[in-house]
């Protein structure tokens, strides 16, 4: 079966530190990935998705990067972390684009 | 563009009491549709899913029945617990769109009291 592991589940870090959140994929080959981004309130923003490795596609212009340097691996970056940046971070994947996704558990990030 | 309308929350029920969050949408194509839960603190769980109209998905006593004639796809249960006390999002795939990912509605938080 597939897991989707997503780590740290939270961090606090001060404004102007560097960001890497890291999400793994296990039990599947070439799974579409994605970032999504839950500010205070509960609405979804996809943030970034992969449908390969170093194929990237951002959904929204704004601080955050993010890298597929493995088939199964992707990776959430900032170099400068912004106040605004704060919410919960989710990483999931699907087998094909447009399909039911499966959700990490989350990482809280708090700017401060 | 796709899109899907929730019941605004938040929505307060006591224990044993009947759920009805609706969902309707919008959608160029012949979409799949999804109800995901998100517990406290969470990510999101996949609840129950519908591929084609009039399929009724349901799991954990949770039910929804695909209606394509009044596009919505509305979720039920017929006795809430307080451990139903989450966040419900319903979501839809288009399959004929060029969509790489699914379409969210905002979330209808729900809490069930003792």
């Known amino acids: 079966s597939q897991t989707i592991h997503q780590w740290p589940a939270t961090l606090v870090q001060p404004v102007g530190s560097p960001l890497s959140l890291e999400c793994t994929v296990e039990?599947?080959?070439?799974?579409?990935l994605y970032w999504y981004r839950q500010a205070a309130g509960r609405g979804l923003q996809l943030l970034f998705y992969s449908v390969g490795i170093g194929q990237i596609s951002s959904e929204v212009p704004q601080n955050l990067s993010a890298s597929r340097p493995q088939d199964r691996q992707f990776i959430l970056s900032s170099k400068k972390l912004l106040l605004s940046d704060s919410g919960f971070y989710l990483c999931a994947w699907s087998f094909r684009p447009n399909t039911e996704a499966f959700f990490g558990q989350g990482t809280r990030l708090t700017v401060v | 563009g796709d899109s899907v309308t929730q019941m605004e929350g938040p929505v307060t029920l006591s224990e044993e009491a009947f759920l009805t969050i609706n969902c309707t949408y919008t959608?160029?194509?012949?979409?799949?549709l999804f109800w995901y839960v998100q517990y406290p603190g969470e990510g999101l769980q996949l609840l129950l899913k519908?591929?084609?109209?009039?399929d009724k998905g349901s799991n954990k006593g949770f039910e929804a029945t695909y209606r394509k004639e009044t596009t919505s796809f509305h979720l039920e249960k017929g006795s809430v617990q307080v451990s139903d006390s989450a966040v419900y999002f319903c979501?839809?795939?288009?399959?004929?769109?060029?969509?790489?990912?699914?379409?969210f509605g905002s979330g209808t938080q729900l809490t069930v009291l003792p």
């Open positions: 979501a839809l795939s288009d399959r004929s769109g060029s969509a790489r990912q699914l379409t």
């Open positions: 519908a591929t084609k109209a009039d």
């Open positions: 039990g599947t080959s070439n799974p579409n």
């Open positions: 959608a160029t194509g012949y979409p799949s």
